[in-house]
């Protein structure tokens, strides 16, 4: 009976060896999580608030008339300006966007604007802010110039086109 208990232990021992011996190993493998994040952000966009005027005046034998971002006119040439019944001004533009980000500004090379047949060139077009801009808070106020090239005996007549002003953020 002895013989057979000792023969009971020493099966059981060895069976357990081979149920431990035989058992898979326990995975090492580890696993993190981590978050997915974005950011939509406003899209800039710009609106006119006022028209480039370059106001009244008599081309005689022709020049230039600017108009600074100020708003300030002057002429070249015989160019002949009236103050009187004459309103003239820079352009206005809102740009709106997201806080406080920058953005480039794209003015044309030339502008034609025309009446009846007759044309005249808009050109070294001027912005203040000047090639770049910074949204305060979402908004700033764009203003551009430019210079009109009169001919001479320019003819008479109002005079009107249009010209693109963009806007995109650095």
């Known amino acids: 009976m002895k013989k057979l208990s000792i023969n009971l232990v020493v099966l059981s021992i060895v069976a357990g060896f081979i149920a431990v011996v035989g058992a898979p190993l326990q995975s090492q493998a580890a696993t993190a999580a981590a978050n997915a994040t974005a950011t939509v952000v406003t899209p800039i966009a710009i609106s006119k608030n ?28 015989t160019v002949a300006l009236f103050t009187q019944g004459s309103t003239s001004n820079a352009a206005s533009f809102a740009v709106t966007g997201e806080g406080v980000y920058t953005y480039a500004i794209t003015l044309p090379a030339t502008a034609t604007i025309t009446s009846s047949a007759n044309t005249m060139t808009v050109g070294t077009f001027v912005s203040n802010p000047s090639g770049t801009g910074t949204l305060t808070a979402g908004a700033q106020t764009l203003l551009v110039g430019g210079t009109l090239t009169v001919a001479s005996a320019q003819a008479a007549g109002s005079y009107t086109g249009s010209y693109n002003v963009s806007v995109d953020y650095n």
């Open 50 to 77: 006022a028209d480039l005027a370059f106001g009244k005046f008599v081309a005689n034998t022709g020049g230039t008339v600017v108009i600074s971002t100020a708003g300030a006119r002057s002429q070249t040439g």
